[in-house]
């Protein structure tokens, strides 16, 4: 793990290239750091049966053109969490 985190970040060009992307510009590195990502999602709603799953409201007064990355960032934080097979729905 190490290792590979250490040749990712010495050759990222290489690394992009072995998976399929060839880059057009000039690549760097980014703090891939999430330990301080801290979000509150609206309401979430735990539904036990008859599937395990979860439901995200997020209600908005107006519509904000980055609403569907952080929704797309709060259901993933609320996958990560809940585990599998809880998938999160979001909704407006």
Do not use: M
């Not at 599937?51 to 993933?76: A, D, G, W």
């Amino acid at each position: 793990d190490t290792s590979l985190k250490s040749l990712i970040g010495n050759f990222p060009v290489d690394w992009l290239r072995l998976a399929g992307i060839e880059p057009q510009g000039p690549v760097e590195i980014v703090n891939a750091n999430l330990a301080s990502v801290q979000v509150d999602a609206d309401k979430v709603v735990r539904v036990s049966r008859p599937r395990p799953h979860l439901v995200h409201f997020e209600t908005e007064s107006n519509y904000k053109r980055k609403n569907p990355q952080r929704l797309l960032e709060y259901n993933v934080l609320l996958r990560k969490r809940s585990k599998p097979p809880s998938p999160a729905f979001s909704s407006c």
